[in-house]
Structures are given as C-alpha cells and as structure tokens.
C-alpha cells in the first residue's frame, strides 16, 4: 500500500522567515496531493493541493511543487505570521477498488514566534 | 462555517459505558470517514462508507462499528469503552470527482470529538 513520510515532525521558525515541510510517497499510481492544516480544537482543513500533472501550484503565501519522478512534494510558506502555526498534514490519494484512497503523512507541528 | 457536525465534542466517561459519537453532514457527501487521531498527530482510518447500508472497515483495526442508514448521518459506536479507546475521532466527508478536482478525494472534516475513558 501507499506510505507516505513527512518531515520535519515539528518547526520553529520566527515570523517573517519562511517555513518547508516535506513528503515523500511510495505509490506511483498516486495523483493527487492535498495539505491540510489543523488549528488547536478544529478538524483538518484543505489549504492547497496539486494534481500529478502540474508541477508547482501557488496561492499567495502558500506553494507546492511536486517532483514526480522522485516521488517528492513540498509545502512552502513565505512571510509567515503567528495565524500559520498549527498542525500541517500532507496526503497522498491513489485509486484503490473505484475508490480514492487518502493517505496521511504523520503532520508537522509548527510554531512561529511573533 | 462547518459544513460536517460532530457531537460530543468532549466526553468524559468509565470503562464499560456504551457510547455513540454522532457525525451529521449538509453538503449531500457520498462517501464518509472516521479517522482516529493519536494524542501526537497521526491520523488512522478507522472506518469508511461508499453510501447508504455501505459500512468498510479503515486500515487500522478498531473495536468501534458504524451505520450509515441515511446519506447525512454516519455514527460510530462503542460498546464497552475502555481506556485504550481515549483519542481524538474525527469524522470526514467527501464527493469524490466533483467540484472541479476530477479524480481527487477532497475531506471535509468536522471539528472531532475528543473522548477519555477512566
């Protein structure tokens, strides 16, 4: 099955610098990658995703890029403000029996001190 | 505005009670989940559902069952809580191939229900 690695765990950045989270997928066959973040108390919610064919996908402060043939994808945030801390999940989704299977990274905790 | 409601949000109750965590959703979803979300962060399957009298089990083994009888309702029950069943359950929807992500799984999470067993 799919596995998908994100790292680093935790980052601490201070606000204004940018901040890089990391994931790698082991399917192929994956062809859509979601980030979610999730503040304290609230669920996971969709901030930005890219489909296989595109390369790199921005939306004002947030990009990510992807690397097929590595099997890589990014999440960059630029100018980052004390509202950007929280908890941010990659994910993976691949078809598996008609279905679209999603499959998590383990999340990044990050902190950006005022 | 959440869109996908959870209740309880917090419940605190002792081993041996039977619980049931509603998950309720407005936006007309097929496919609904539960994820289990450790006291670190990962998130595990637990259960999914295709649509109405469809019920899958989630990659990671769990003692709860679910029901799905009408498209917006999907609650999880347990029928004799212990304490290694404390965690964060979140329940998810999504419309697969539509909304302009043709072939992309997009989750609508509600806000979790955060369970303790003593």
């Known amino acids: 099955g799919e596995n998908v690695e994100q790292h680093p765990s935790t980052l601490s950045v201070q606000e204004g610098d940018s901040a890089v989270i990391k994931c790698t997928y082991s399917d192929s066959a994956s062809n859509y990658f979601p980030w979610y973040k999730q503040e304290l108390g609230k669920g996971p919610q969709l901030i930005i995703d890219?489909?296989?064919?595109?390369g790199e996908k921005k939306d004002q402060r947030i990009a990510v890029t992807l690397n097929k043939t590595a099997k890589h994808f990014s999440l960059h945030i630029t100018e980052t403000q004390p509202e950007d801390s929280a908890v941010y999940f990659c994910?993976?989704?691949?078809?598996?029996?008609?279905?679209?299977?999603?499959?998590f990274g383990i999340g990044t905790k990050l902190q950006v001190i005022p | 505005e959440a869109d996908i409601y959870q209740t309880p949000r917090y419940l605190v109750i002792g081993t041996g009670k039977k619980i049931t965590l509603e998950c309720s959703q407005t936006?007309?979803?097929?496919?609904m989940y539960w994820y289990q979300q450790d006291p670190g962060m990962e998130l595990h399957l637990i259960h999914y559902s295709y649509g109405v009298n469809s019920t899958e089990k989630g990659d990671l083994s769990s003692e709860s069952t679910v029901s799905r009888i009408r498209t917006e309702h999907f609650p999880l029950t347990l029928e004799s809580a212990r304490p290694s069943h404390t965690s964060q359950y979140l329940c998810?929807?999504?419309?697969w191939g539509k909304g302009g992500r043709s072939g992309a799984n997009v989750l609508t999470f509600g806000a979790g229900s955060r369970l303790t067993v003593l």
């Open positions: 994910a993976a989704s691949h078809p598996r029996g008609g279905y679209q299977k999603v499959t």
């Open positions: 936006m007309g979803h097929d496919k």
């Open positions: 890219i489909r296989s064919n595109v």
């Open positions: 998810a929807s999504s419309e």
